[in-house]
């Protein structure tokens, strides 16, 4: 049935104005629903109070059992419609006019504006007495209800699992009356084992119960700093890391808040600990960074050498790296002074710098993985594949000297030998030597050594100590080379995030940080400052910059514990100490090892590599 509904009312300026609806259904409902199709509201009215349908070309008014309607002045409950009647209800009229073509019914509302503001309340159910149900029923059925699914049952199951019984099928699992969804590493590894960290009835989960699986998660400060603040105990971990009744991407929380609560007014709470405030990632927000330098002190003793390394923290613009290694980035970079062997292009900072599978770090940089396939070891040009053992300045002497008196002894050098040696911004100068092959061979093995440890080769990227001692087993000692693996090893760097910027890429990207092309000496740190980083990073959101928060630099819970000093007292007081003794002490004229004499060889630490000859 297609019906059209007019409804009168009243305008402002007290001319009458009219709304059309067009109405298509089976039939026309009327009640004081919402679902109705003629909604009327007031006293009397009931949610489903009549229908009016369409039998052939007739209209037909039915109210619903017990209800009735005035029409034309009557009480009807069932009557036929024609044109001209009148429905009145609760002060609503209903006036049945021609329908206009197209249309099976045509109606004319005539709202009651005197409605009370209480009947549009009583349209709606609010109230169990306007159901069927009663209150005191509802009432107990809900208190078995809770505590049968809320006690009883989790109880009985719970019993089943410290028993290690199977769970009846028709038993709910804990997911029943789980408030909200696991974190998924942590679904994965508990699935629906609740015990597994709610171990005891009526008691929150405590941190026994997170150590137990995170073992190697220590904690943001040592015990014994700790005593020194006013910040009281260490929070429980579901203080801040919470489960269940929040998103399972915010297990961490990753807002500054947490942060900068303490840290932006260290002054209060952090008692005999002095930290400078920090407010965010900006300038003036955060303090300027501060590297951690290794720095080196050497001692001579009867036995040896005594090397030493103490980490520092120095200030920015007045650090400076003290690795003992000679190098300069700047001729390295220059294509007018070093091109690569093999396709003759200049060389670009990953021929030596290799990220490591973390992003962060860069493997160690050594002579046979780095700096072999441009820097051969080679002493004779007579012997182009012969060269010196990296590492080993014993080795070093041994090697040449089984050089040259093999070479000396070579039945066919005749009765004149001629020894080689070459000299710096010299040819090739060759000397007669008439004497035993022997001596000439210790001869030139001599020169060759001192020429290794004092003008070229070793000497040339390696400091040496000339003791002058006569033995030339312990004459010379290469102070080991040693670099810092993580100058901030309190925060986080992620290198290979950085290795594309904006348009840069390759060597330009890492030119906009580091200034290598500049560097002459080694001794530059080349690490830029928070105003660098400010170009493209703060912590407001901002066009053309990328957001960060205080955890994408900072880890909350330390990777390494033994540098929780570093973390919390800015200076590192630990020494590592590298002892190289001194060489055995061989015949000067004899070679190989004699009996009974015990080797030594340099040590490494794993804290960094240390390099020889």
Known sequence: MDALLRELREGPDGIAEYYDTEITSKALTIGSAADRNIQLLGRGIAPEHAVIVLAGSQLMLECRRGEVVRLNGKKKATARLNVGDVIELAGHRLRIAQPPPGFNAAIELQPNDRIDASAFESAF?????????????????????????????????????????ATPSWVPGDKFWNSGPLHQVHQQAIGDRCETCHQKLFQRVQDAACTECHRTTHDHIMPARLALTELGPTPRCATCHREHNEPQTFLVNSGDGMCVDCHGDPKHGFGQI?????????LQRHPEFKP?????????SGAGFTYEWKTLVAELDKAKEQSNLKFSHQQHLDPDQVLRRGDSKPMNCADCHRLEPDGEHFAPIRMEGQCSSCHELTFDPAA??????????????????????????DPNAGKVTRERRRLPGHDDEEE??????????????????????????????????????????????????????????????????????????????CMSCH???????????????????????????AAERVTVQCVSCHEYHPRDPSLLDVFTSGVNSRITTLFIPKAGRPQERGLGNPAGEQRSETKRTPAGELAGS
Request: aromatic share 8%.
């Open 515 to 541: 200034a290598a092309k500049k560097s002459e000496d080694a001794s530059d740190l080349m690490v830029p400052g928070i105003t660098k980083c400010t170009e493209c990073h703060g912590d407001k959101a």
């Open 274 to 282: 002095e930290k400078e405030p920090v407010l965010g990632f900006g």
């Open 125 to 165: 159910r609010t109230d169990l007495s306007q159901t069927w149900l009663g209150k005191r029923a509802m009432a107990w059925t809900g208190v078995v209800l809770v505590l049968l699914f809320g006690l009883a049952l989790p109880f009985f199951v719970m019993k089943l699992h410290h028993g290690g019984m």
């Open 432 to 509: 007669t030597c008439t004497g035993a092959p022997f001596d000439c061979a210790m001869r030139s093995a001599r020169k060759e050594i001192e020429s290794q440890f004092t003008r070229r080769g070793c000497i040339g990227c390696h400091g040496v100590i000339d003791t002058k001692a006569p033995n030339v087993f312990e004459r010379f000692n290469v102070i080991p080379i040693k670099f810092a693996r993580d100058y901030f090893p309190a925060n986080r760097f992620d290198h290979r995030s950085h290795q594309i910027q904006g348009k840069l890429t390759g060597d330009e990207a």
């Open 384 to 409: 182009p594949d012969r060269q010196l053992p990296h590492g080993k300045p014993r080795e070093v002497v041994l090697t040449l000297q089984d050089y040259f008196t093999r070479k000396f002894s």
């Open 292 to 300: 951690h330098l290794l720095v080196s002190t050497t001692a001579q």
